[in-house]
């Protein structure tokens, strides 16, 4: 925490320090909205909450600036829980560890929380910082952003006031984000049935690890490995020339972070384990061919394991596989309206085995409703095709550019000023609340900036130290510019 606050702003980085000290997860946001609310209480700032736990504090203008346009600043207060697997970290009570790295700042062995805690020390540094120039001002901090845009979807019309709107969740220094894409979650639940598993048969334990993960939005793009993905299409060509029977199978730990690691325990009759081993190995080596360039650490490793009672049924076992196996995953559709973007995309990203069913959960992306309703269908097809149930929420609208829009000719001039060069306009392959926060405010004027922050929603997330420092001035630089009403 000390290391941190020797950085520039200094505001900034104590307040991050300080939020590094306070688990929140999507859905545990409560001890860090209680902390921000006494902190802004001290400061005598007027302070709300709405029945979903949206957090609203409102400042006044700076002296002289009282006519000028009311401006919502709006950061979310959940980060993405990941650890490394060799890290013991329950993200519920321990702490954030980060560290300074050259440029970086790091966490130990987790995701370190920059998305989006350096935009919600952004907003805390502009509640607490006299010398900042501002109009009247509202911080709108949402909670269970990384988990379903819970926060924003409950968003109540009439509670905010202001018609230019912030967004603190971009990440990448010198952009200006004036559109994304919107989302929906496709699940397919599959029954399980088992039966005993005959005298003999020898248990071994498939690992898929040392993916590099990601997320599954920003990142997508890259074609890194899923391990979900990647283990299903491993395990259905293993079917194909072994009588092996599927016990449990897992991977993932959350929809919209490209998984790392899979599992699966697997039984194999007398007779067949050497074989069985060296087609593991032989595969373990394609993948490692395959995935050289981006993935050059991937491992698939197979391991006696304690024996299981019961196997999935040879029914249940097919249709599963040739179901998981079918479902889409990666880069669907490039945008060719906008060069180089990702129009739509989807990410397998949770299997989870519980008692009698097996859920597969993909979340999709798209800059067009057309896209996701495309792949709504597609997810559809395979579910009947492979007899498992569909089921599909938190459906919801990207954000449409608005190349007319007041606040992004702002904050460009401002960029213009403070650098020398233009920002890069762009639409972002992501998930900015932005789109829900349209459709319930439409005459918002919104624009999202943020510093570089790579690896976000895995254990190799930083951000950019100096980047930082430049959304900073890019911030309040524009925040004293926007003009009278």
Request: aromatic share 6%; net charge negative.
């Amino acid at each position: 925490m000390t290391m941190l606050t020797r950085l520039q702003p200094s505001r900034l980085w104590n307040f991050f320090a300080q939020i590094c000290q306070i688990p929140h997860p999507s859905k545990q946001e409560a001890a860090l909205r209680d902390w921000i609310t006494d902190l802004a209480m001290t400061r005598d700032l007027a302070v709300s909450q709405d029945s979903k736990g949206n957090l609203l504090i409102r400042k006044p203008a700076s002296a002289g600036m009282e006519q000028v346009q009311p401006v919502i600043l709006q950061a979310h207060l959940d980060m993405v829980p990941q650890a490394n697997a060799d890290r013991a970290h329950d993200f519920s009570c321990d702490p954030i560890q980060p560290y300074i790295e050259g440029d970086w700042v790091r966490a130990k062995g987790t995701t370190l929380g920059a998305d989006n805690g350096i935009g919600v020390a952004a907003c805390l540094a502009v509640l607490t910082d006299p010398t900042v120039k501002h109009g009247p001002l509202e911080v709108l901090f949402t909670v269970d952003e990384e988990a379903g845009m819970g926060g924003a979807f409950a968003l109540q019309p009439d509670w905010l006031e202001g018609k230019i709107l912030i967004n603190t969740d971009a990440e990448q220094d010198g952009d200006i984000y004036m559109g994304c894409a919107g989302g929906l979650e496709a699940r397919l639940d599959f029954t399980l049935d088992f039966a005993a598993l005959p005298e003999g048969y020898q248990t071994y334990r498939l690992q898929l690890g040392g993916l590099q993960g990601g997320h599954s939005g920003l990142d997508i793009h890259e074609e890194r490995g899923n391990a979900n993905q990647l283990l299903c299409r491993t395990l259905f060509r293993l079917q194909q020339h072994f009588p092996l029977k599927i016990s449990a199978l897992n991977g993932g730990t959350l929809r919209n972070a490209i998984p790392r690691e899979a599992c699966a325990v697997v039984a194999l009759p007398p007779g067949q384990q050497a074989e069985f081993i060296a087609s593991c190995h032989a595969a373990a080596e394609l993948l490692r061919q395959e995935y050289q360039h981006t993935d050059p650490a991937i491992q698939l490793t197979c391991t006696p394991c304690p024996p299981v009672e019961q196997a999935l049924t040879d029914t249940t076992q097919s249709n599963l596989l040739a179901g998981l196996t079918a479902i889409p995953n990666g880069v669907i559709r490039m945008s060719h309206a906008i060069t180089g973007v990702v129009e739509t995309s989807t990410n397998l990203g949770v299997i989870r085995t519980e008692e009698k069913q097996l859920s597969a959960v993909s979340f999709v992306r798209s800059l067009t409703d057309e896209g996701r309703a495309h792949l709504h269908s597609v997810f559809a097809a395979v579910a009947a095709l492979s007899h498992a149930e569909a089921v599909f929420s938190g459906d919801y609208s990207g954000w449409a550019p608005d190349p007319d829009s007041a606040a992004m000719q702002i904050v460009q001039q401002q960029h213009q000023r403070l650098f020398g060069q233009q920002a890069n306009i762009m639409v972002i392959h992501a998930g900015l609340e932005c789109g829900l926060f349209k459709k319930t405010y439409p005459h918002l004027d919104m624009v999202s900036i943020g510093p570089t922050i790579k690896g976000a929603h895995s254990p190799d997330e930083r951000v950019s130290v100096s980047s930082v420092e430049r959304f900073w001035q890019l911030l309040t630089a524009t925040l004293a510019a926007i003009p009278q009403q």
